[in-house]
């Protein structure tokens, strides 16, 4: 992440990144998102064949199927999720 640059856009909806998180360089919407999905072992399914577009901002609600595709395609880690206070200290989860 250069700063000089501007912020990174989020690999999931291109919004303004904050950092990795579970490997990837996301916004905290899509942060929260991905973590609420894993933790609750959400199963989505898609109306469309998964030909949404959930890549912008705006339309990254509109389907959550998507979305969660988009978070994997990303490379965000579902192993990075971890019931444990300080997940940080899994040192594992911030090599990308």
């Given at each position: ?11 999931v909806?291109?919004d ?5 998180h579970?490997?990837?360089m996301?916004?905290?919407g899509?942060?929260g998102?991905?973590?609420r999905?894993?933790?609750?072992k959400l199963?989505y399914t898609?109306?469309?064949n998964?030909r949404c577009?959930v890549?912008d901002k705006q339309?990254r609600?509109s389907c ?5 595709d ?8 579902r192993?990075c999720e971890?019931s ?5 200290l899994h ?6």
């Open positions: 992440m250069d700063p000089s640059n501007g912020p990174e856009p989020c690999v909806c291109g303004n990144a904050t950092g990795f579970y490997r990837a996301t916004c905290e899509c942060k998102f991905f973590r999905s894993v933790q609750k199963e898609c109306k469309f998964g577009s890549a339309n609600n959550q199927k998507c979305r969660f988009r978070c994997i395609k990303g490379g965000m880690a192993d971890f444990a206070p300080f997940p940080l040192t594992s989860c911030l090599l990308a």
